[in-house]
């Protein structure tokens, strides 16, 4: 672990030293060049192909992550980002000549994507691996100075980070710094050319504030509450089973994309539900507290939080589906609830687990009028074959993303930007949109010394101002 040191003075000195080596590495632009980027980035392939074993150990021990789950919603995730910056990066850092206009004749005109200096990546816990070495990439293809300070949640992942960045990476330009909230108070202290954060949004206003001090520019993932709109015009087969594996085979419900609930029909709910109960009994077996398959609850705050919401609604008897859980085991089975109530503590939080509530409206397009009276959403999902409906939800709906007929594959498409609109978060990164999140675009606007327009200049007599 890169220790912070024991006391608030210790800590705040060594942190002061880390950022200070880092700003003398990024000042003598150690990291600006295009064979540096490459080199780390290259490095941080190898460290994975080298180290994939001990990352799926942490991400077991953690989160008890099954290992296909962990291979492809972590590792490959970010193996596919590292390779598309490789591919792409000499383009990318090329500077994107645009066209001028008559005022400035003659003249040309480009954007330089520059470095910002030395940024600060914060990550949660759900996807350790993939969270935290995601936005890392990002700032180092851009140019940048890196401090990675994973969450304190997932422990054996931010342990392993610690050891092998060192190992593989350019330590006096990129570090991890360990630990929970007082030590990313002590971070925070200092002045960073960037924080991207991703967690939850009452720590998201803690960050911005501190970063507000240096007028420091923020990258905000966040959650909230993402709704699922399914339409009786669907396949419900296919619905049931993309629903199933997008909400309980993304670290059993504990994914910022999950979905948090559903909206359907009165008279199609019925349907639903039995679709989704033999869908998770065909997926996860009769008794999915035995199952393989499914990632546990992250620790007992958590499994208190989850089982609170439970207790809540099933005492008032909404639960169709689910409901066992073993607290030893930290595991909740896939649970399903219909119509609790709209002020219960389950239908006003992120869920962030393996619970589901379905509620219940007289036409779908009721639906869109209760995701639009709450806070904005990171994603929100339609099942239909309707086209009209589709369009009308796109449209309509504010939201960080949309995906049509499907849970959480929007993530899987680097050509589509990720990140949220207010409650769920500001900015966005993933392929290209990861570079410009740490560049700052400059604009060049580079003239000769002719083209001299007289009336320019005063003094600005009657008959230049006629021009
Ligand atoms: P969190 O906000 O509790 O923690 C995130 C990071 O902030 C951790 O590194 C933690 O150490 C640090 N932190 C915690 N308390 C702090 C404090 N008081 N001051 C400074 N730093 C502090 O979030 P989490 O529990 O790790 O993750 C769950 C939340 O993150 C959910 O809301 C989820 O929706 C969201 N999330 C969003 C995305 C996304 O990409 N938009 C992805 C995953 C999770």
């Known amino acids: 672990m890169e220790a912070v040191g024991k006391g608030v003075d210790s800590a705040s000195e060594r942190v002061e030293e880390i950022v200070g080596e880092l700003r003398r590495s990024f000042t003598e632009r150690r990291t600006v060049g295009y064979e540096w980027r490459v080199a780390q980035l290259k ?194 087969k296919v619905a049931a089973k993309r629903i199933v594996v997008g909400k309980w085979g993304c670290n059993n419900g504990q994914a910022c994309v999950s979905p948090d609930y559903i909206i359907t029909t009165k008279s199609f709910a019925l349907q639903l539900v039995n679709a989704l109960k033999n869908t998770l009994e065909a997926f996860y077996g009769k008794d999915p507290l035995e199952s393989k398959d499914l990632s546990r609850i992250v620790n007992s705050n958590h499994f208190e939080r989850l089982t609170r919401l439970l207790d809540e609604v099933e005492v008032s008897d909404k639960v169709v589906h689910g409901g066992q859980r073993n607290k030893e085991l930290l595991f909740i089975a896939p649970t399903l609830l219909l119509d609790p109530p709209l002020d219960s503590l389950i239908m006003q939080e992120e869920i962030f687990g393996p619970l589901l509530p379905i509620l219940t409206v007289d036409k779908v397009e009721d639906s869109f009028d209760i995701i639009n009276t709450g806070t904005k959403p990171l994603a929100a999902y339609l099942f239909t074959k309707n086209k009209k409906l589709q369009k009308k939800f796109v449209m309509t709906t504010s939201t960080g993303a949309i995906l049509i007929n499907d849970i959480a594959l929007q993530i899987a498409n680097p050509n589509l930007p990720f990140g949220g609109v207010g409650e769920s978060g500001m900015g966005s990164y993933h392929g290209k949109f990861s570079f410009d999140a740490f560049s700052h675009k400059k604009g060049v606007l580079v003239r000769g010394f002719g083209g001299e327009a007289r009336a320019r200049y005063p003094p600005y007599t009657p008959m230049k101002q006629k021009l």
């Not at 990129?174 to 991703?198: C, N, P, Y």
Request: charged share 20%; with cysteine.
């Open 43 to 236: 490095a941080i392939l190898r460290m994975i192909e080298e180290r994939e074993a001990d990352f799926m150990a942490a991400l077991y021990s953690d989160l008890s992550k099954p290992q296909m789950e962990a291979f492809l919603h972590e590792i490959s995730l970010v193996r596919a980002a590292c390779e598309l910056l490789l591919k792409e990066l000499k383009h990318w850092m090329k500077p994107q000549k645009v066209p001028t206009k008559i005022t400035t004749f003659p003249s040309s005109a480009c954007i330089v994507s520059e470095p910002l200096g030395v940024v600060l990546v914060i990550s949660p816990w759900n996807y350790p691996f993939l969270l935290s070495l995601e936005p890392v990439i990002g700032a180092i293809a851009a140019g940048n100075a890196v401090v990675l300070k994973p969450s304190e949640v997932a422990p054996a992942m931010s342990a392993l980070f610690a050891k092998v960045f060192p190992e593989y990476l350019d330590n006096s330009s990129i570090r991890v710094v360990e630990g929970g909230a007082s030590e990313t108070t002590v971070l925070l202290e200092q002045k960073w050319d960037k924080i991207f954060f991703t967690g939850n949004p009452k720590i998201g206003r803690i960050i911005m504030t501190a970063a507000a001090k240096n007028l420091t520019p923020v990258v905000l993932e966040l959650g909230g509450k993402a709704p699922v709109v399914v339409d009786s015009n669907c396949d419900l």
